[in-house]
């Protein structure tokens, strides 16, 4: 009665304790055709008998079209396969003592077997009499009649679900690959198989268990850990496991039921299982011996025609999604060694506070041409003013070669400042145009280059623009310019009668410029004016307070949204006037 292909079979059919249309017209055709008062479409399930058609019965069990297996006639027609055909239930040795007689008033009683396409008991189509009864051979006729009408009607309804079930298998396919192929690493990608699975055959587990040094480790979500992946975070591949098993002879490894995990694996293995409530499971190992990919169950399962198949497919997008989540964060992480290893570590000026912040783009797996720096310039004898170098700049393009391109040019604008006697940033930003038009460093680059002074206790800001977004300047009196002063270039792209030009302005104490990539003011679905809006109306709103926290001001809700490009940002303050005539006296 607990045959795991029964169950299945109930199951798909759908039918419970709940009065159903279809069901309930079998009985009534029974109560007719033989003339019983009490008629019974009984499905046995693995620890009751319910009651989906049902005519005749009152009170408590009519209320709840259930009993359990002491009040059951029907899981004798299950047990043997056969009609069951009882004059007087009192007399018979097999039924006398059940409490379907006084509880039920159950007397005569007459159970043909419903069965399923394969030949599984799913219960009975009953007729029931209050009194002792003869049943006529005309009347066991009619009723095996309706009977196999009435089974026709539950593989008629089972087959319906499989073939649902097989549309829904293939919406899982299509489902899994568009997900899978967006995982952005090993725990997303093993978040996102556990929602894939939706629906009745829902696994209650799925683990991902990766091959590495002899061993499978498993991938743990740490926003959803079980139990056992505490417990048990690897296995030897001689292990006594099903998942073990499955890596070592490549080959999909289904358990169905407790009782064939308890014969066919170690103890270790079903106390695991067992402390995650599961029973069934299915292993199927990653094509090019990557792993195993597990999907269990906490009651015994039954794998549809095509179940095994799509699961073995679905395998198959996991190792290529492993595969290409392990190839990006290789790379990823090079370039991001790379990136971190060419921004500037800022310098500690008196009279300045400065902080930056570096975000690569969301949606590429490389970081790109994006970057700051800060630099003093040397003092020599009699001069004793404080100077220093900033910039801002993008290279065109978002890889390796973009951040390799930036680290260049980055280098040689820092050399060409040091050699201009004059420190020009636009003398500088000129002779960028010139290398990058003879050095074969691709596309181009935009730039915002300037010089900051400390003349007579007071701080002046010298700049030059390549085509780069305008700095944004707050100052105490003025609130928040953009510095629009600019030459509408790209780096590599200057002639001859177009020059390069300095603007000057002078920097109160109190002051605060920004300068910054195109990455922080873009939006896909919004125009550029108006992300620069929203950094303005930030950087007046957060002015006063320390540089790390208005940048994470400026940065917010970056994250949630996937960008383009990326974001560098470089905030500097001009600090209190006291320290300015100290360090110039």
């Given amino acids: 009665m607990k045959d795991s292909g029964r169950l299945e079979a109930l199951r798909l059919a759908g039918l419970t304790a709940a009065a159903d249309p279809g069901m ?61 055909i009882l004059s007087d239930t009192r007399s018979s040795p097999r039924t006398c003592d059940s409490l379907a007689i006084p509880d039920l008033q159950v007397v005569a009683y007459a159970g043909m077997p419903l069965t399923d396409a394969d030949g599984h008991v799913l219960g009975s189509l009953c007729a029931i009499d209050h009194e002792p009864r003869e049943w006529t051979a005309d009347e066991l006729r009619d009723l095996e009649d309706l009977t196999a009408a009435c089974s026709m009607e539950l593989r008629l309804r089972i087959a319906s679900e499989l073939i649902q079930r097989d549309r829904d298998h293939a919406g ?25 699975f939706q629906g009745p055959a829902e696994p209650t587990f799925v683990g991902l268990l990766l091959a590495d040094g002899g061993k499978l480790w498993r991938v743990i979500d740490p926003e959803d850990v079980r139990p056992v992946e505490s417990a048990i975070d690897h296995l030897e591949w001689d292990a006594s496991f099903p ?16 009782p064939t995990l308890l014969r066919g694996f170690g103890p270790e293995a079903v106390a695991g299982y067992d402390s995650l409530g599961l029973e069934s499971v299915m292993c199927v190992p990653l094509p090019d011996r990557r792993g195993v990919l597990t999907w269990c169950w906490s009651r015994p399962h039954v794998l549809a025609p095509t179940e095994e198949a799509v699961l073995t497919t679905v395998a198959g997008y996991v190792s290529q999604a492993v595969e290409r989540t392990r190839f990006v964060a290789n790379r990823l992480s090079t370039a991001e060694q790379l990136q971190a290893a060419m921004l500037t570590e800022l310098p500690d000026v008196p009279g300045l506070d400065m902080a930056a912040l570096y975000l690569p783009a969301a949606d590429q797996d490389m970081v790109g041409g994006d970057w700051y720096d800060a630099y003093p310039l040397p003092t020599v004898p009699p001069e004793t003013r404080t100077a220093l170098m900033v910039s801002i700049g993008d290279v065109i393009g978002h890889d390796v070669q973009a951040a390799t391109v930036m680290g260049q040019i980055r280098s040689m604008l820092r050399q060409a400042s040091l050699d201009d006697p004059a420190h020009s940033p636009s003398a500088a930003l000129d002779a960028i145009d010139r290398a990058i ?39 105490p009196e003025g609130g928040v310019l953009s510095l629009g ?99 110039s006296s």
């Fill in 437 to 475: 038009g003879t050095l074969p460093l691709g596309l181009g680059a935009t730039a915002v280059h300037a010089r900051l002074d400390l003349d007579d206790g007071r701080w002046w800001l010298t700049w030059s623009n390549a085509g780069h977004p305008p700095p944004l300047l707050h100052t």
């Fill in 24 to 84: 309930d017209r079998f009985a009534r055709l029974v109560t007719r055709v033989l003339r019983v008062p009490v008629s019974l479409v009984s499905l046995l399930e693995a620890d009751r008998q319910v009651f989906p058609g049902m005519v005749g019965l009152s009170g408590a069990w009519a209320a709840r079209r259930e009993t359990p297996l002491s009040h059951s006639f029907c899981q004798h027609v299950v047990a043997d396969g056969k009609p069951l």
């Fill in 172 to 196: 899982l396919l299509l489902r899994a690959a568009i997900e899978l192929a967006h995982a952005r690493d090993l725990t997303d990608l093993t978040r996102r198989l556990r929602h894939l």
């Fill in 485 to 583: 002063d600019h030459d509408l270039l790209l780096l590599g792209t200057s002639e001859d009668d177009l020059p390069r030009h300095d603007h000057t302005r002078d920097l109160p104490p109190g002051s605060v410029l920004l300068l910054y990539t195109d990455g922080l003011v873009e939006r896909r679905d919004a125009d550029i004016d108006i992300g620069t809006a929203r950094t303005t109306a930030v950087l007046a709103r957060h002015r006063d307070k320390p540089l790390p926290l208005l940048l994470e001001a400026l940065s917010e809700g970056l994250a949630d949204i996937p960008q383009r490009d990326d974001v560098a940002v470089l905030a500097v303050r001009v600090t209190r006037t006291e320290l300015y005539r100290s360090t």
């Fill in 243 to 258: 998942s073990a098993l499955a890596m070592r002879e490549q080959r999909a490894v289904f358990v169905r039921d407790r």
